[in-house]
C-alpha cells in the first residue's frame, strides 16, 4: 500500500509538473499520502505472537479466519483483525470461598458455611480455537470460566453435609464436579483439566462439635479395634492351643511309632541275640566248671603242700627240740662239772668271793677297800654292817655242800 502510495504520488507529482492543469489533484494525493503514512504509522503490519499463544486472523473481506502459531504475522491494517489467545493451563481459585466466615462460602445441605481451598485448572482447547474464537469474550477466565464454576459447585455442595465434604465423600464430590463442569466448559471451547479439593474450613462451632464427636469415634474405633484384637488373640490362643494338640499328638504318635518300631528291632536283635546270649551262659558254665576243677586242684594241691610243710615244720621243730635238748643236757653236764670245779676252787681259796663279788660291784663301787676280816669271815658282812656269827670254816663247808647238791641236782 506504501509503495503503490508513493508509486500514485510519483505519477501525481510528475503528471503535475507536466499538466500544472489541476492542483486540486495533487492536494487529494498529497492528503491521501499522508493518511496512509499515520495508518501505517499507527497499525503497523506485522504482529507479533507469543510462545503459548495462538493467533486467529480474520478477514474482513471474505470472512475467513486463520491460526498463527508462535512468531510473526502479517495484518493488514483495514483488512485484516488478529486476536491472540493462551493455550496455557491457567489456574482458577475462587479467594472469596476459602474461608467459612468469608465473602462468599460454600453452603452444606444443612445450611452451614464452609470455606474450600478450590482450584480448577482450565486451558482453551486448541482444536476449536478458529470456531469459537469469534465468540470468545476478551476476559475469559472472568467472563465464562469463573461463572461456570461457582455455578456448579455452589450446586453441587448443596448436595452434601458438611461431615461429608470434610472427610467421607471427598473424592465423590470432586468427581461430581468434573462430571458436571466439563460439559459446560467444553460448549465454550475451554478443556476442564483437572479439578482440586484442599483444606476446608469449618464454622467454629460445628469445628468443637466436629472435634468432640471424632474424639468419640476415635474411643469409639479404638475399642472396636481392641475387640477386635482381643478376638484375635482369643482365637490365636485357641489356634496355638489347638496346635500344641496336634504337635503332642503327632509327637505321641511319632514317639509310639518310635517305640513300635524299636521293639521291632529289639525284636529281631533279639532273634540273634538269645543264641548268642545261650552261648555265652553255656561258656560261663563252661568258663565256672572249669574253675570250680581249678579251684577244686589248687585247693588240694594248696592242701597237700599245707601238710608237706607241716610234716616238714614238725620234724624240723622235733629236731630243734631234741637239739635243744640235747645242748641243755650238754650246758648242764657243763655247768655242773665247771661248778664242781669251781667249788672245789672255792674250798682252797675262799678269798676269790670277796673278789668275785668285789669284781660284781666295780661298776657300782670304783673304790672299795676293806681289811679282811680277823676271823676270816665274809668281807662284806663289814661292808653291810653285819657280823659274821659263824666261823669261815663252818659256812664254807656249808656254801660247798650247798653247792655240791645244786651241782648234783643239775
Same mark, same amino acid.
Do not use: N
Given at each position: 500500500m506504501a509503495r503503490a502510495t508513493s508509486v500514485a504520488l510519483r505519477r501525481g507529482?510528475?503528471?503535475?509538473?507536466?499538466t500544472l492543469h489541476s492542483s486540486r489533484t495533487v492536494l487529494l494525493v498529497a492528503g491521501l499520502a499522508i493518511a496512509s503514512a499515520y495508518v501505517l504509522w499507527k497499525n503497523p503490519p506485522l504482529a507479533s505472537i507469543e510462545h503459548g499463544e495462538v493467533g486467529v486472523r480474520s478477514n474482513r473481506l471474505t470472512g475467513s479466519?486463520?491460526?498463527?502459531?508462535?512468531?510473526s504475522a502479517i495484518v493488514?491494517?483495514? #483488512?485484516? =483483525?488478529?486476536? =491472540? #489467545?493462551?493455550?496455557?493451563?491457567?489456574?482458577?481459585?475462587p479467594q472469596g470461598s476459602l474461608r467459612a466466615d468469608g465473602e462468599s462460602p460454600f453452603q452444606s445441605v444443612e445450611g452451614l458455611s464452609l470455606g474450600v481451598d478450590l482450584s480448577v485448572r482450565y486451558a482453551l482447547d486448541p482444536t476449536r480455537v478458529s470456531s469459537v474464537a469469534g465468540n470468545l469474550p476478551n476476559d475469559l477466565g472472568a467472563d465464562i470460566v469463573q461463572p461456570a464454576i461457582n455455578g456448579v459447585i455452589y450446586k453441587v455442595m448443596a448436595r452434601y453435609t458438611v461431615r461429608e465434604i470434610f472427610s467421607s465423600k471427598r473424592a465423590e464430590l470432586q468427581q461430581a464436579i468434573e462430571t458436571e463442569l466439563k460439559p459446560r466448559?467444553?460448549?465454550?471451547?475451554? #478443556? #476442564? $483439566?483437572?479439578?482440586?479439593?484442599?483444606?476446608? /474450613?469449618?464454622?467454629?462451632d460445628y469445628r468443637r462439635g466436629m472435634d468432640r464427636l471424632l474424639a468419640e469415634e476415635l474411643a469409639t474405633e479404638k475399642m472396636r479395634y481392641t475387640l477386635?484384637?482381643?478376638?484375635?488373640?482369643?482365637?490365636?490362643?485357641?489356634?496355638?492351643?489347638?496346635?500344641?494338640?496336634?504337635?503332642?499328638?503327632?509327637?505321641?504318635?511319632?514317639?509310639? $511309632?518310635?517305640q513300635v518300631i524299636a521293639a521291632k528291632a529289639q525284636?529281631?536283635?533279639?532273634?540273634?541275640?538269645?543264641?548268642?546270649?545261650?552261648?555265652?551262659?553255656?561258656?560261663?558254665?563252661?568258663?565256672?566248671?572249669?574253675? $570250680?576243677?581249678?579251684?577244686?586242684?589248687?585247693?588240694?594241691a594248696s592242701a597237700q603242700a599245707r601238710r608237706i610243710e607241716a610234716q616238714g615244720e614238725a620234724d624240723s621243730r622235733q629236731k630243734l627240740a631234741d637239739a635243744e635238748a640235747y645242748r641243755l643236757q650238754k650246758v648242764g653236764q657243763a655247768n655242773s662239772e665247771q661248778m664242781a670245779r669251781e667249788g672245789a676252787l672255792i674250798t682252797r681259796h675262799p678269798l676269790l668271793i670277796q673278789k668275785t663279788l668285789a669284781d660284781k660291784l666295780s661298776d657300782k663301787v670304783q673304790v672299795i677297800i676293806a681289811p679282811p676280816p680277823a676271823d676270816g669271815g665274809f668281807i662284806g658282812g663289814a661292808l653291810l654292817g653285819t657280823q659274821a656269827k659263824a666261823t669261815l670254816p663252818a659256812n664254807?663247808? !656249808?656254801?660247798?655242800?650247798?653247792?655240791?647238791? /645244786?651241782? !648234783?641236782?643239775?
Open positions: 507529482v510528475g503528471s503535475g509538473a507536466r479466519t486463520t491460526e498463527l502459531r508462535e512468531g493488514l491494517p483495514g #483488512l485484516h =483483525t488478529l486476536r =491472540t #489467545l493462551p493455550l496455557r493451563d491457567q489456574v482458577y481459585r466448559l467444553a460448549a465454550d471451547g475451554v #478443556l #476442564l $483439566k483437572g479439578i482440586t479439593l484442599g483444606k476446608i /474450613d469449618l464454622p467454629e477386635v484384637l482381643k478376638e484375635k488373640q482369643v482365637e490365636q490362643t485357641a489356634l496355638e492351643a489347638q496346635a500344641e494338640s496336634v504337635r503332642r499328638e503327632k509327637q505321641a504318635e511319632a514317639a509310639a $511309632k518310635e525284636e529281631e536283635a533279639m532273634k540273634h541275640v538269645l543264641p548268642f546270649k545261650q552261648k555265652q551262659i553255656e561258656q560261663r558254665q563252661l568258663e565256672a566248671e572249669a574253675e $570250680k576243677q581249678a579251684r577244686v586242684k589248687g585247693a588240694e664254807t663247808g !656249808q656254801s660247798q655242800d650247798g653247792w655240791q647238791d /645244786d651241782s !648234783q641236782e643239775q
